[in-house]
């Protein structure tokens, strides 16, 4: 069954420094989005992604971060100026369809700011 | 403004024995309502969903879930846990044409021999 693969799985930067996380859609799939889990908390919507746009985004979602789809296959997530709150698990997701249908979801990327 | 609630934090419940996950949201229209399951260092694993039509809907695993608009609720069900059913649950909506979802808090639930 196709999935939604996300790298690296674990990701250590330094306070300030600039982070890039990766993930790569199923590849039929046009919408795209990440959502951020703080340790013990729930899950938070960051950002849609569709017709290479951002289509709905948070109030988590400032200038700080950004997305991209470079090319056919990934769709990126970068943090420009980390802070130690942004410590959080980030997944990724994509769907065929949008409009509520079903997300399939990466295994996530642990990101740790020290 | 939708919201999900999950009422129970953390449920232990006995292996071979029944499980049921509790679920309200808000919304003002029919949602779409997803039931996602957790394992420890993994990502979110869609258990079933519910869009329209039977209110009752099964997934996998062995799971269900019941869609009651009365009483804004989409409880999960297990009649018979496994060890391996030890995760943490998280209902979600989906209400907006571009597919944002609101996760619940989650429950975590443990199985015990």
């Known amino acids: 069954e196709p999935e939604v693969t996300q790298t690296p799985s674990h990701q250590v930067t330094q306070m300030g420094q600039e982070v890039i996380l990766r993930c790569v859609p199923i590849?039929?799939?046009?919408?795209f989005y990440w959502y951020r889990q703080i340790l013990g908390q729930k899950v938070e919507f960051l950002v849609s992604?569709?017709?290479?746009?951002?289509?709905?985004k948070s109030e988590i979602f400032d200038d700080q971060f950004s997305v991209e789809r470079p090319d056919g296959s990934n769709f990126t997530l970068k943090i420009r100026s980390t802070k130690l709150e942004d410590s959080a698990m980030y997944f990724c997701?994509?769907?065929?369809?949008?409009?509520?249908?079903?997300?399939?979801f990466g295994d996530g990327t642990r990101l740790s700011i020290l | 403004a939708q919201s999900v609630t999950q009422p129970d934090i953390h449920i232990t419940v006995s292996e071979g024995a029944s499980l049921e996950l509790r679920c309200n949201y808000s919304y003002g229209a029919t949602p779409y309502l997803f039931w996602y399951v957790q394992s420890p260092g993994q990502g979110l694993q869609l258990l079933l969903k519910?869009?329209?039509?039977?209110?009752l809907v099964q997934g996998i695993k062995g799971f269900e879930a019941e869609f009651k608009r009365s009483q804004s609720s989409f409880n999960l069900r297990k009649p018979s846990v496994h060890w391996s059913d030890a995760a943490e649950y998280f209902c979600?909506?989906?209400?907006?044409?571009?597919?944002?979802?609101?996760f619940g808090a989650g429950t975590q639930v443990v199985v015990t021999p």
């Open positions: 992604f569709y017709n290479n746009e951002i289509s709905e």
């Open positions: 997701a994509s769907s065929d369809t949008g409009g509520g249908q079903p997300q399939h």
């Open positions: 979600a909506v989906g209400a907006d044409s571009w597919g944002k979802f609101q």
């Open positions: 590849s039929n799939h046009l919408y």
């Open positions: 519910y869009f329209s039509g039977d209110t």
